[in-house]
């Protein structure tokens, strides 16, 4: 398959960035979208040009350091996949595809397709933990909490932290990525102790570092890689109002 | 100011949603009190018309629903221009519409404005020409009506096409917003949950489908009316 790139090139944060064209020929099918980068990058290395800096790691799916918006979407026109799960069959052969870093105040590009995104790392420290004294506690896992409370808990805490939520938010929120850190431990015993703590200390952070307030246009959920679901933002509301309310 | 409803993100969406709440309950009684005029020869109507005078209930009730569309109006311009700062100076390329998103969540603002210019024109076809005018102590308004002759007020309205239309497209941005701001309200508070969310959209569409048409069935019926004197 053939392929016209329109990549954002930028040397550093300070630089002004602009599109640049690359074609990509010879490509495989079963090729992913970041291998076939690679082989861009490979050519461009060869003729001697700086090749495209993106970021990425584990390539299956699980660590959520890949990011890019690709042809308008948050990883790419599959849903609930990472960037490096979206291969190249799913493009016509052919076609011109414009792949563009995470744009959000928050999380400023640093050179090309990546973007900082150490806010989510600072609004974690805030309060997406429980503090755990040694010997004092009994073992979480002799702990019975009810099965339905552990799945709820284990979907939000499926979320990987990419950046994708405050990416595709036209608001530039992060409601979606807080959400889902303050409900996974609101639903288990562990985390309940904090939890107003947590709700509150996590929103002040996000607002902070100037994430922007949600307006519940959902779009964030559609673009997740993990299928959060924005229910998780109603907790967080609830949690955060409750606990303003006993201030 | 050390208070969460003006320097948290949650607490600024709270008084959005408390405010917005505020004018949907107010829009369901004026909604109701209109589908009355439709009734008999208008004399009904103009016993409501008559309670809500220049009473202090009534001016109380009047500045009230002022602060709550001054609060909701504020807040709105406030939170947009943060979100757009939050949003960055560079956009993007190629946007689209994610899936299961509606248009108007995107455009509250734009709906809001096109909200209140209608508003404004409203007032100025009706509150000055009826509370107003009993305020300064007159007994008739510039068309020669009694403050209280709602009936006749609205007679005359809506028996010129253009308002009719400019209702319309007023009735219809009004519609839109609350699409969406009526399930968005819930959320805001927290009250939604997967099973809920469903259900709000779906309540919110009955909502808005509703003040829409009772809104709009006034206006229609009464321009239908002025066309053919015998019915
Ligand atoms: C009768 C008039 C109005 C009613 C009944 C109404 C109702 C609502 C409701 C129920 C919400 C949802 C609150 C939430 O999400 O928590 C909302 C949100 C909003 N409204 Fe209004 N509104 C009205 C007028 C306006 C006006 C005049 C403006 C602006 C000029 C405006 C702008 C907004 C904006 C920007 C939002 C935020 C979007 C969101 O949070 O979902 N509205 N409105
Ligand atoms: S909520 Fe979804 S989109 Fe947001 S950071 Fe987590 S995995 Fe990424
Ligand atoms: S590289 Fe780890 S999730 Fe994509």
Redesign the interface.
């Known amino acids: 398959m053939n392929f016209t790139l329109?990549i954002w090139r930028q040397r550093d944060a300070h630089s002004k960035?602009e599109?640049k064209e690359y074609k990509v020929t010879d490509i495989s099918s079963d090729t992913s979208f970041l291998e076939m980068l690679d082989i861009l990058n490979n050519d461009l290395v060869h003729k001697g040009e700086e090749p495209v800096a993106f970021d990425h790691d584990c390539r299956e799916g699980i660590c959520g350091m890949c990011s890019l918006?690709i042809?308008?979407?948050a990883h790419g026109p599959s849903?609930a996949v990472t960037t490096c799960q979206i291969y190249m069959r799913q493009f016509k052969d052919g076609a011109t595809i414009?792949v563009?870093p995470w744009?959000?105040?928050?999380f400023p590009v640093i050179r090309d397709l990546v973007v900082n995104r150490g806010a989510y790392d600072e609004i974690l420290q805030a309060g997406g933990f429980v503090s755990v004294r040694t010997n004092s506690v009994p073992d979480g896992n002799a702990i019975p909490i009810p099965q339905a409370d552990a799945e709820e808990s284990m979907d939000a805490a499926a979320c990987v932290g990419c950046g994708a939520c405050a990416a595709?938010c036209?608001?530039?929120?992060a409601m979606l990525f807080v959400a889902a850190r303050v409900s996974s431990l609101a639903k288990l015993p562990q985390g309940r102790v904090e939890g107003a703590r947590r709700a509150k200390s996590m929103?002040?952070k996000?607002?902070e570092l100037?994430?922007?307030?949600?307006?519940?246009?959902?779009?964030c959920?559609?673009?997740c890689p993990k299928g959060i679901?924005?229910?998780h933002?109603?907790?967080?509301?609830?949690?955060?109002?409750a606990a303003?309310l006993e201030d | 100011m050390g208070c969460f409803l003006t320097n948290s993100s949650l607490g600024r969406k709270l008084v959005m949603s408390i405010s917005g709440c505020f004018l949907v309950l107010f829009l369901l009684f004026h909604m109701a009190m209109n589908v009355v005029a439709l009734i008999g020869d208008g004399s009904a109507y103009n016993v409501i018309c008559g309670f809500l005078g220049a009473n202090w209930y009534a001016l109380v009730g009047t500045a009230v629903l002022a602060l709550g569309v001054l609060v909701h109006f504020v807040y709105a311009f406030i939170l947009t221009w943060q979100n757009r700062k939050a949003r960055g100076n560079v956009r993007y390329a190629v946007t689209v519409t994610e899936k299961g998103v509606d248009w108007s969540s995107k455009n509250m603002l734009l709906l809001g404005v096109i909200v209140i210019l209608g508003l404004l024109l409203h007032l100025t076809h009706f509150w000055s020409k009826m509370m107003l005018v009993e305020l300064m102590g007159q007994h008739a308004n510039n068309l020669g009506l009694a403050p209280t002759d709602g009936a006749a007020l609205i007679q005359y309205t809506f028996s010129q096409w253009y308002n009719v239309v400019l209702y319309l497209v007023w009735f219809a941005a009004l519609w839109l917003h609350l699409n969406h701001g009526v399930w968005s309200m819930f959320q805001t508070v927290g009250w939604a949950n997967d099973t809920w969310l469903p259900r709000l959209k779906c309540i919110a569409k009955l909502v808005s489908g509703l003040i829409f048409l009772g809104f709009a069935v006034v206006a229609v019926v009464f321009y239908i009316k002025s066309l053919c004197p015998c019915c």
């Open positions: 329109k960035g599109f918006h042809d308008g979407h849903q414009t563009e744009r959000s105040a928050a595709t036209k608001n530039g929120s929103v002040a996000m607002d100037g994430f922007g307030n949600c307006t519940n246009t959902g779009a959920q559609a673009e679901s924005i229910a933002i109603a907790r967080l509301n609830r949690e955060f109002l303003k």
